[in-house]
């Protein structure tokens, strides 16, 4: 069975999903959350037993600071969206390729048009449509934590433009009709358990 978590009335009930893009029983699984709470190192402890498509606007941001731009989000966000948008529709049908049954993806199509919102960057409307074209079916949200929260050379979001982003996403996942699911705080064993204890009746 495919499952699209929808709310209602405060609670998450699983519909059995059509989409032209599910050619498989699959559970399309994303974490969501702003910059520094702990996405990355539950993906990365999840990938021991399923398949993960990591985050990849690092490898944009990354390939843009080796041709001299530091931060293409800040300096053209529609290009670094726009390539953001096609690697991860990219991660999207490449999933749809695997027999794998669950597949988790570090952000989703949303987190695009969300930043984009948070920008406050007039955008095309390719990016609202892709938004609706790609569904996934569980979102895991991780909020602000600033007891973990940092900053590197691709990840400069203050712990307060992180709250602000994590504002945007919750909203932007919201207005496309999802139902976010909190992640407790906690040690990434505890926060990735939670997760596998709540998809496995979904299996």
Request: glycine share 4%.
């Amino acid at each position: 069975m495919i499952y699209f978590c929808e709310n209602y009335n405060n609670s998450c009930y699983f519909y059995k999903l059509k989409s032209k893009y599910l050619i498989n029983d699959q559970l399309k699984i994303v974490l969501v959350g702003g910059p520094g709470t702990g996405k990355t190192s539950v993906l990365n402890k999840l990938s021991n037993q399923f398949t993960c498509f990591d985050e990849i606007s690092r490898e944009i941001t990354t390939e843009a600071q080796q041709k001299g731009i530091e931060q293409l989000f800040l300096k053209d966000p529609i290009l670094f969206s726009k390539l953001l948008l096609e690697k991860r529709e990219q991660q999207f049908l490449n999933a749809e390729k695997s027999n794998e049954s669950i597949i988790f993806f570090d952000r989703g199509i949303p987190d695009v048009l969300a930043y984009l919102k948070y920008s406050k960057t007039k955008h095309p409307k390719i990016f609202n449509e892709k938004c609706l074209e790609y569904r996934y079916n569980l979102i895991f949200h991780f909020s602000p934590w600033e007891e973990i929260h940092e900053t590197d050379n691709e990840r400069y979001e203050s712990f307060d433009q992180t709250k602000k982003i994590d504002t945007y996403l919750k909203k932007t996942y919201s207005e496309l009709n999802y139902s976010v699911i909190d992640v407790p705080f906690g040690s990434i064993d505890e926060r990735t358990d939670y997760i596998i204890n709540t998809i496995d009746i979904y299996k």
